[in-house]
């Protein structure tokens, strides 16, 4: 694996001598930050695509921009803080457009003490055919415990 030395939880490090366009690259390390910072429901929602599909730990699908956006929102009840650490980034294959996340993500809850989680992730980005974009397409996510 391959790190580019930066100590921002949201950087992650990826195979050597595999290819990945650096768009998706820098939209992972974006992605994590945003769902990680309250209030930013709308940059959150940007990194999706209009008609991309969340599904979550418990099972649930959130289809469309719209429905994630609302998630988001929900996302804080309860939950004032939280840490996604996407440790590590493995392409399907060279220059893929799907990947598998590995890595964390900690809460700190309103009604008890901090919790850290094993997360994976499969994720897949598209360009944007109006605006040359990068953004994700789909993305289901598992977490441990």
Partial sequence: MTS?????????????????????????A?????????????????????????????????RGREAIKNLHHGMWNGVPRRLHRPKKVFPFSDNSNEVVIVG??????DDGENKTQDMAAR???????????????????WLTG
């Fill in 4 to 28: 580019n030395g930066s100590d921002s939880p949201y950087v992650s490090e990826y195979p050597p001598n595999c290819n990945i366009d650096p768009d998706i690259k820098a939209l992972i």
């Fill in 30 to 62: 974006h992605y994590y930050e945003q769902v990680d910072t309250q209030g930013k429901h709308v940059e959150y929602s940007e990194c999706w695509a209009e008609d991309g599909v969340l599904i979550i730990p418990a099972g649930k699908e959130f």
């Fill in 123 to 141: 994720a897949k980005y598209q360009k944007n055919a109006k605006t040359g974009k990068t953004e994700m397409s789909s993305l289901q996510v």
């Fill in 104 to 109: 964390t993500v900690e809460y700190w809850p």
